[in-house]
């Protein structure tokens, strides 16, 4: 296992440095920062021109890239057109946006894996049939159609919550906000684990299992349940860096400085520096989710064994 996790560490190295630069290049290409900085106005050309050099934008693309990683690994993520550090900005939206997908992904599991377990024991029942339209509906509405029907019917109409979330951001009132984060990717997890289960119910480890005179509750948590949460864990270790990054709806309609908010503010004023510093910290994000999901592989499955 040892090795397996060093040879799996050493594969992030040019994963890390492969998706850094093509963000690196991408956000690049957008436009001009410089032409946001003036306001409305276009900048004169000295003004411009100093100002590229200040923000060392007069280099070359590639010159610019190798000084920007050589500065991220000494922890620095650059200053933000407006004189802020960009670890500042880091430091208020991350925690906020980590609440927030604690919320979503333990809605996700406890609501997703249950409702998956329950339809998967019981196919072909009007209650697998209600379930399975009931997520369907849930994947084909966009995320921002249900978090403002949500805002508007909960917080505006009924009030039973608030419309905008505090400055705070307590996990009380994350709560609706990470349901509505999580609500495409639940549905997901529920017909995955509905589907997982129903296929591994018919195994003949199950059958034999059941044949032992094993109670039903140990059959479906000691066996059938650690089997088919393999595909499930899978997504669920995935989807947290794609909910981070994919936060920006929801923190937009409930008013959440996360890093959401930070992305839109960085893409909208053309802010490259913070826009480049926020996704390399979801990259790492990405990868280390990847690297605990495949560590799990064998705690859940004991034929799966690492050389």
């Known amino acids: 296992m040892g090795r397996y996790v060093i040879r799996r560490l050493l594969q992030m190295?040019?994963?890390?440095?492969?998706a850094t630069l093509l963000i690196f290049l991408m956000v690049n290409v957008m436009g001009d920062p410089v032409a946001g900085l003036c306001g409305d106005r276009q900048c004169d050309p000295a003004t411009a021109q100093r100002l590229r050099t200040d923000l060392g934008l007069d280099k070359p693309v590639w010159q610019q890239y190798l000084t920007y990683m050589g500065?991220?690994?000494?922890?620095?993520?650059?200053?933000?057109?407006?004189?802020?550090?960009v670890t500042e900005l880091m430091g208020t939206a991350f925690p906020v946006t980590i609440r927030l997908t604690i919320v979503a992904i333990v809605l996700e599991i406890v609501i997703g894996i249950t409702l998956g377990v329950v339809t998967g024991l019981r196919r072909g029942r009007?209650?697998?049939?209600g379930v399975l339209i009931l997520?369907?509906?849930?994947?084909?509405?966009?995320?921002?159609?249900?978090?403002?029907?949500?805002q508007l019917l909960l917080g505006v109409k009924w009030g039973?919550?608030?419309?905008?979330?505090?400055?705070?951001?307590?996990?009380?009132?994350?709560?609706?906000?990470?349901?509505v984060l999580a609500s495409v990717s639940l549905a997901y997890v529920t017909r995955l684990t509905r589907t997982?289960?129903?296929?591994?119910?018919?195994?003949?480890?199950?059958?034999?299992?059941?044949?032992?005179?094993?109670?039903?509750?140990?059959?479906?948590?000691?066996?059938?349940?650690?089997?088919?949460?393999?595909?499930?864990?899978?997504?669920?270790?995935?989807?947290?860096?794609?909910?981070?990054?994919?936060?920006?709806?929801?923190?937009?309609?409930?008013?959440i400085h996360g890093v959401g908010f930070q992305l839109y503010q960085g893409i909208l004023r053309q802010n490259t520096q913070t826009v480049v510093g926020f996704v390399t910290v979801l990259v790492l994000v990405f990868l280390v989710a990847n690297l605990i999901v495949d560590l799990l592989y064998a705690v859940l499955d004991p034929r799966i064994r690492y050389a």
Not at 77 to 82: Q, V, Y
Not at 126 to 129: E, K, L, N, S
Not at 135 to 150: A, E, K, N, Q
Not at 237 to 252: H, K
Request: aromatic residues 10%.
């Open 13 to 18: 190295i040019p994963v890390f440095i492969g």
């Open 71 to 85: 500065n991220v690994f000494t922890g620095d993520f650059g200053t933000a057109f407006n004189g802020q550090k």
């Open 160 to 179: 039973w919550i608030k419309p905008a979330v505090s400055s705070e951001a307590t996990f009380g009132e994350l709560f609706v906000p990470g349901l």
């Open 196 to 255: 997982s289960i129903a296929e591994n119910r018919r195994a003949d480890y199950v059958r034999t299992a059941i044949a032992k005179g094993l109670p039903r509750r140990r059959v479906i948590t000691r066996h059938l349940l650690r089997n088919s949460l393999i595909p499930v864990v899978t997504f669920i270790g995935t989807d947290i860096g794609a909910l981070m990054g994919g936060a920006i709806v929801t923190e937009r309609i409930f008013n």
């Open 135 to 150: 997520t369907l509906v849930v994947i084909s509405v966009p995320t921002f159609v249900t978090g403002l029907l949500v």
């Open 126 to 129: 009007p209650v697998d049939t």
